[in-house]
């Protein structure tokens, strides 16, 4: 099994950055592609970045792009989301995932392992 475990949320202005760092444990062996999802009250779980082992390919939401960035350290086991120039529409409740299988990065479907989450609170 593969446990995930997200640190670094909490409250920042409009404008403002946070960074968000995931511990991989467990049979980190397994892990091919690791990804940040999002979930906003009464709403859907969405795809908010993913990179594959040795960082190989990265994908990124659209609604994020040029203010996220993923990185992972698979020496450390742990993967990254750096994020700038935050928006109120960022706030949300953020996961860490993982899969073992290799190919689409985008789908929530992929991931079978999943961290608790961490409350991230962008005040405008």
């Known amino acids: 099994q593969v446990q995930l475990a997200e640190t670094g949320g909490g409250f920042v202005q409009a404008g403002g950055s946070l960074r968000l760092s995931c511990t991989v444990s467990?049979?980190?062996?397994?892990?091919?592609?690791l990804g940040w999802f999002r979930q906003s009250p009464g709403k859907e779980r969405v795809f908010v970045a993913g990179?594959?082992?040795?960082?190989?390919?990265?994908r990124y939401a659209d609604s994020v792009r040029d203010r996220f960035t993923i990185s992972r350290d698979d020496a450390k086991n742990t993967v990254s989301l750096q994020m700038n120039s935050m928006k109120p529409e960022d706030t949300a409740v953020y996961f860490c995932?993982?899969?073992?299988?290799?190919?689409?990065?985008?789908?929530?479907?992929?991931?079978?392992?999943w961290g608790q989450g961490t409350q991230v609170t962008v005040s405008s």
């Open positions: 990179i594959t082992r040795e960082g190989l390919d990265i």
């Open positions: 995932a993982a899969t073992a299988t290799p190919g689409w990065i985008r789908p929530r479907f992929k991931y079978e392992y």
């Open positions: 467990g049979r980190t062996d397994y892990v091919y592609t």
